[in-house]
């Protein structure tokens, strides 16, 4: 869970309409026929740009002038050799870059990506001198200026579904004002269309069963940790694996030139540069692994926490960890999933993994952390905390000079609860009852809590409701925040998902695990739907909704969660607690796909689902 604190606050509307209400607004696309869908074309997946590397000539791309195209020193390709280089003349000035394409019919889902590189002379931080459009058709699909520069490519992905069956031109447009040049630089352009059908399993997910080990020596304050992290993986992949990527999702929080994470010495591997705003870190390995084969790679590592009460940030005194520790990147048959970082939600998407982590640090402070710790003495005054954590997606901690209280819920789990100055006895011990409730509440709904102890650290101060990472939680005094972060111990942490690409499987599927701890039923859901578009769909990517903020979250937790309240009363209590039960038992340290979980909602009742789906807009 992230972003403005209504996230988990607010009571989104939420609640019901039967599944044939006529008041649950329609598409065109959900008013025809139930026989329709079943009876659509049959998708054939494509990659339907041509030569979007541009390494077999122009064709077919149109260039507005010749040498748009090109290899010329000045930049470089993404990969191959050629690129696409529009603009970088400092003068009034045009250039144009286009392709027409045919998306199959059928096919219901279609994603345009492309990668971009912004480099500019221009030193305004406030004004869009010059400007990239990225179209499809007549759809503006974003627009990128000079104030977008970075020291490398960034991958932009767009839903362009709507789009099945039509011929379209997909057309970028530079344009520069009359002095200080920028260089828009496109590569690896790329539309694939694909069916409903269930995704490759996690056997092609690599690199997998990935084994981390840290060990970090902190300043006094807590704020500047340095030392080394060592990875070990395995390829479940029968495509050879000849690089790895790390994830320093932190270096959102600074610059290129001022990184918060730092990575060097790196052995059992070549650093072979950054990408994606600095967050993404190649490493050649020096022979491709084949399935099964297993390698170690070893870095120095340096972490500097900036201030801010965030979920990588110190609020004075008291520093707060999380996404900090460079992880692997994931390789399925989609490829590597290298997406932006995102402020609005989460981009998080990895596999379970077992971390050893230790931490030393000045004695005075407390430093609760994923996994179960365990406090020695270090030297002159400082403490050696270790952690260990088994099948874990991530590992978060914090330090500072806390306050700690402590209980053990009734099923078992041992609950810390660990606040900031400002924070009351009383609101402390209040949390603490709410964790020792949700945690056995989410439990018996969905299997038992597999973590051991569970910290909670909690500031009013932080400028979103709440932050979920396993056996760690960041929050805000509030009964409903904390409610919905302890379930994500679930819904992201032991069932796991792509976050960028299919949020609502963690926050929806998270808010309505709340909504039950929390007795309530999603009534009047649907009165007062009001979609924005026909483009806004509950299963969007992170892409789409960075676009339209503001929608966030009103579908993804709100009509989100009131999907799966409908889903309940078509199948009916019993048949949906055991759906969920069993869901989270088949992908127990796994991920979990919409098109999976629609398999199985399906498998669970009799009833044909797919107008369902169509009227709830749930996709995939």
Not at 14 to 22: D, P, R, S, T
Not at 219 to 232: F, I, K, P, Q
Not at 342 to 369: C, I, R
């Amino acid at each position: 869970m992230r972003a403005t604190p209504h996230k988990t606050l607010a009571t989104a509307a939420c609640a019901v309409a039967a599944l044939a209400a006529a008041s649950l607004p329609l598409t065109p696309a959900a008013a025809a026929p139930a026989t329709a869908s079943r009876t659509a074309a049959a998708c054939t997946p494509a990659q339907v740009v041509a030569n979007g590397g541009f390494e077999s000539g122009t064709s077919p791309w149109s260039q507005s002038q010749t040498g748009l195209i090109t290899n010329r020193a000045g930049q470089a390709a993404h990969g191959g050799t050629y690129f696409a280089w529009l603009n970088g003349v400092g003068s009034t000035h045009t250039d144009t870059l286009s392709q027409s394409v045919t998306l199959p019919a059928g096919c219901p889902t279609a994603t345009l990506t492309f990668w971009l590189h912004v480099d500019t002379t221009e030193t305004t931080t406030s004004t869009k001198y010059d400007k990239l459009t990225a179209k499809i058709g007549t759809t503006t699909l974003a627009t990128y200026s000079n104030l977008d520069k970075n020291t490398g490519y960034v991958q932009k992905s767009f839903d362009v579904s709507s789009f099945a069956g039509q011929t379209v031109t997909v057309a970028f447009t530079g344009t520069e004002d009359s002095s200080l040049k920028t260089n828009f630089v496109l590569d690896d352009i790329a539309l694939d269309t694909s069916g409903a059908t269930t995704p490759p399993g996690d056997s092609t997910r690599t690199p997998a069963s990935p084994s981390y080990t840290v060990n970090l020596s902190s300043d006094a304050s807590g704020t500047v940790w340095t030392g080394r992290e060592s990875a070990t993986f395995t390829n479940a992949s029968a495509t050879a694996l000849g690089e790895v990527y790390l994830r320093l999702w932190d270096n959102y929080h600074g610059t290129c030139t001022a990184m918060p994470i730092t990575v060097g010495n790196v052995t059992g591997g070549v650093a072979a540069g950054l990408s994606v705003g600095c967050t993404a870190l190649k490493i050649d390995l020096p022979a491709p692994l084949t399935q099964g084969q297993s390698a170690t790679i070893g870095f120095d590592l340096g972490i500097t926490v900036p201030s801010g009460a965030d979920r990588f940030g110190h609020d004075g005194a008291f520093s707060f960890i999380g996404n900090a520790l460079p992880v692997l990147a994931v390789r399925d048959a989609a490829g590597w999933h290298l997406d932006p970082y995102t402020n609005n939600g989460e981009s998080f998407y990895s596999l379970a993994a077992d971390f050893k982590v230790t931490l030393d640090h000045p004695g005075t402070l407390l430093v609760p952390a994923t996994g179960a710790s365990v406090d020695t003495p270090g030297s002159s005054g400082r403490t050696v905390t270790t952690a260990t954590a088994s099948k874990v997606r991530d590992f978060a901690w914090a330090a500072g000079p806390f306050a700690k209280i402590s209980g053990t819920s009734a099923g078992g789990t041992p609950i810390n609860v660990y606040s900031v100055s400002g924070i009351s006895s009383s609101d402390a011990q209040s949390m603490l009852t709410t964790a020792k409730t949700a945690v056995d509440a989410h439990a018996a709904r969905f299997g038992a809590y597999p973590y051991g102890e569970l910290d909670a650290v909690i500031d009013n101060n932080f400028w979103f409701g709440g932050m979920e990472y396993p056996g760690f939680v960041l929050d805000l005094v509030s009964t409903t925040a904390l409610t919905h972060e302890i379930g994500h111990q679930w819904w992201y942490g032991i069932v796991g998902d792509d976050q960028y690409n299919a949020p609502w499987l963690d926050e929806a599927f998270t808010d309505y695990a709340t909504d039950l701890a929390l007795n309530k039923t999603g009534a009047n859901c649907w009165s007062s739907v009001s979609w924005a578009s026909s483009a806004e769909k509950i299963t969007n990517s992170m892409a789409y909704w960075d676009a339209h903020a503001s929608r966030y979250s009103t579908v993804i937790y709100g009509y989100g969660k009131c999907a799966l309240h409908d889903l309940r009363r078509v199948l009916g209590d019993t048949a949906m607690a055991k759906l969920l039960k069993d869901y989270a038992t088949s992908h127990w340290y796994g991920v979990s796909t919409t098109a999976e979980f629609k398999a199985a909602a399906q498998a669970a009742t009799s009833t044909d689902l797919a107008p369902f789906w169509t009227q709830h807009r749930i996709e995939g």
